[in-house]
C-alpha cells in the first residue's frame, strides 16, 4: 500500500503562485509514475501533470504548460507542483496519484493510489 498526502493549496489572487507537495509513504518502491489532477465543482476529474518516478521525464496538459513544473525529492519520497500565474479557472480540488505501472498517463483510472486532495482558489 502507498499513503500520498498533498499540501500547499490555499487561496492566491490570479496571477499569484503556488506549490503542491505531493508525499509517499509505504511501499513506495512499487510506484512508477506519480501525476496530479484537479477537479473544480460540477466538472469531471482532468489530468494536469505527471512524472516517472526517479526521472525528471514529465508531461503535462497542454491549459497549464509553460506555468506549472513538476519536480521530485527522492530522498523525502515527495514530488511537488509549482504553479505560476495562476488563473480563476484554475480554481479546484487538486489530488495527487501514484501508479504501479511504469507507463504513466494522465487517464485517473489507470492510478492505483490516490491523496485526499487540497484546495486551490484563484480569486479575480
Known amino acids: 500500500q502507498v499513503l500520498l498526502v498533498e499540501s500547499g493549496g490555499g487561496t492566491v489572487q490570479a496571477g499569484g503562485s503556488l506549490r503542491l507537495s505531493c508525499a509517499a509513504s509505504?511501499?513506495?518502491?512499487?510506484?512508477?509514475?506519480v501525476a496530479w489532477f484537479r477537479q473544480a465543482p460540477g466538472k469531471p476529474r482532468e489530468g494536469v501533470a505527471n512524472?516517472?518516478?526517479?526521472?525528471?521525464?514529465?508531461s503535462y496538459t497542454d491549459s497549464v504548460k509553460g506555468r506549472f513544473t513538476l519536480s521530485q525529492d527522492n530522498a523525502k519520497n515527495t514530488v511537488y507542483l509549482q504553479m505560476n500565474s495562476l488563473k480563476p479557472e484554475y480554481t479546484a480540488m487538486y489530488y495527487c496519484?501514484?501508479?504501479?505501472?511504469?507507463?504513466?498517463?494522465?487517464?485517473?483510472?489507470?492510478?492505483?493510489?490516490w491523496g485526499q486532495g487540497t484546495q486551490v482558489t484563484v480569486s479575480s
Open positions: 512524472i516517472v518516478s526517479g526521472r525528471a521525464t514529465t
Open positions: 509505504g511501499d513506495t518502491y512499487t510506484t512508477r509514475c
Open positions: 496519484a501514484a501508479r504501479t505501472f511504469v507507463y504513466c498517463s494522465l487517464v485517473d483510472s489507470h492510478y492505483d493510489y
